[in-house]
């Protein structure tokens, strides 16, 4: 129709079509970045899972590449699931990755580069031993997937974590191996946190204290903290906590109960899922994907023939400033993609204001903002203000941002917006994006004249 055309994203992660969702075995290779991704070749909705395949040099231009792996097994027929690389001392891949079964059983399947020499990594082979791990008696044939990268012990063993539940106990498992082959399952889990159901793409990695470095997924001593992480199936939220790691046997603790995984920080406040890390060798940097999931229909992602993005890939760092969480931040790699700038300064907003900034034309925009606020209201405590309540609802301090995507009666809009709150324990800033003031594309709209603050009136489509 007239107004709205489906428009692909440029510099993020897509597939050429059809439907993609986790990043698998992200890896560094012989100088090339490798994406393995949950891809269905058939269509732009979850299905026939397989694993895609893409190089880049940079992490910003990539090279689609034949698909890596296919459900072609018995111990895979029904989808080749979410699963990490782990490079041995002597540069060799080991990929485990979960299969569903044709009984829909969730096992861990060990894969390997047919040709090592080559540094595209086109061809796989599945160990003729698959299955290596089937579902433990007390864990539901449903509830074991998503193996971790493998990091070694003080002992030389190499060990594993699987996120799952008991009841509604969200958990991890740990197992020990020194071949990939044969594994040995730990009595006691990494981890585990009542209420937060089944754990899907657990990942476990150091982060330095000092905040400078990424480190290697072995790293351990003094000077290193652990960060656990874990995709939560039931909300669909990737939460995650910093704690303390005992090599000796094998459990992590939170340095804040309170804050334990699943219950206090979320990974990433906007359409986030299934987050996976890895460390770059070349760079010396631990770098962090996470699959955008859509915010529209399946019947719209159909008929545009594609379904969802990665973000750009962030590296991570422990937040030495805070000491209670990380900071994240897109690839230095970004730069490169800069050419005209145009620079605003000294902008005034108004509180329920909305100020248009000329950028003349661009289709693609990049776009640094520094914000100083001023209390608006009393300034009164506003504990539990997140990113749920969209860009209308008012806190003391905004919420303030950007609109973008936006039409030019701003009748349809994004709000990219801060909200910052006054805690018991200072300011709290959450960094939002609001999703509902969706495109309407058969034109017909509600009026409204003030999108942005103020009013609670939403964008609405008489279709
Ligand atoms: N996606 C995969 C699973 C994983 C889930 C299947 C998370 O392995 O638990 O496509 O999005």
Redesign the pocket.
């Known amino acids: 129709n007239a107004m709205f055309t489906w428009q692909r994203t440029s510099f993020h992660f897509q597939p050429e079509k059809n439907w993609m ?2 990043p698998n075995g992200p890896l560094f290779y012989k100088g090339w970045y490798h994406l393995f991704y ?1 891809y269905n070749p058939d269509s732009a909705v ?1 299905g026939n ?1 397989t694993w895609g395949h893409a190089v880049s040099a940079d992490l910003i231009h990539w090279l689609y590449l034949p698909i890596a792996m296919v459900p072609d097994q018995w111990y895979d027929i029904n ?1 080749v ?2 699963g990490s690389a782990t490079i041995l001392p002597d540069g060799q891949i080991v990929m485990l990755y ?1 299969g569903s079964t044709d009984k829909s059983v969730q096992v861990q399947n060990l894969a390997y580069p047919a040709d090592p020499s080559d540094p595209l990594l086109l061809d796989w082979v599945k160990y003729p031993g698959n299955p290596v791990l089937v579902p433990p008696r007390h864990i539901g044939p449903k509830d074991f ?2 193996p971790t990268t493998a990091w070694a012990g003080p002992d030389g063993k190499w060990r594993l974590t699987i996120g799952s539940k008991i009841g509604k106990t969200g958990i991890s498992l740990v197992y020990q191996t020194t071949d990939f082959k044969t594994y040995e399952l730990l009595d006691e889990y990494l981890h585990a946190v009542p209420g937060t159901g089944m754990w ?2 657990v990942d476990f990695y150091p982060v330095a204290i000092n905040g400078s470095v990424g480190l290697d997924t072995s790293a351990t001593g003094p000077g290193i903290k652990h960060v656990l992480k874990a ?1 939560l199936d039931d909300t669909k939220v990737d939460h995650y906590a910093i704690g303390t790691y005992n090599p000796a046997n094998d459990k992590w603790t939170p340095d804040n109960p309170e804050e334990d995984v699943g219950i206090g920080l979320k990974w990433d406040y906007g359409r986030y ?2 987050s996976k890390s890895f460390y770059d060798p070349y760079k010396k940097r631990r770098i962090v994907w996470g ?1 955008i999931n859509e915010t529209d229909t399946e019947s719209d992602d159909l008929e545009k023939g594609w379904a969802s993005v990665q973000t750009i890939p962030r590296t991570v760092l422990y937040d030495n400033k805070t000491g209670s969480n990380v900071v994240q931040w897109p690839v230095e790699e970004i730069e490169s993609l800069r050419q005209n700038s145009t620079v605003f300064e000294e902008v005034v907003v108004e509180p329920g204001s909305v100020v248009p900034l000329d950028i003349g034309v661009a289709t693609q925009l990049d776009i640094s903002a520094e914000f100083e606020t001023e209390l608006l209201g009393s300034g009164a405590m506003e504990e539990g203000y997140g990113c749920s309540g969209g860009a209308i609802d008012r806190s003391a301090m905004g919420p303030f941002g950007l609109l973008v995507n936006a039409h030019d009666s701003l009748s349809e809009l994004t709000p990219i917006f801060f909200r910052s709150s006054n805690t018991t324990k200072g300011t709290n800033t959450y960094f939002c994006a609001d999703e509902t003031r969706f495109v309407c594309f058969e034109s017909e709209l509600i009026p409204f004249d003030c999108p942005f603050e103020v009013s609670n009136r939403i964008c609405k489509c008489l279709i």
């Open positions: 969702n986790d949950q979850w899972i989808g699931w979410t979960t997937r998503d899907e793409c995709s899922y299934a699959w």
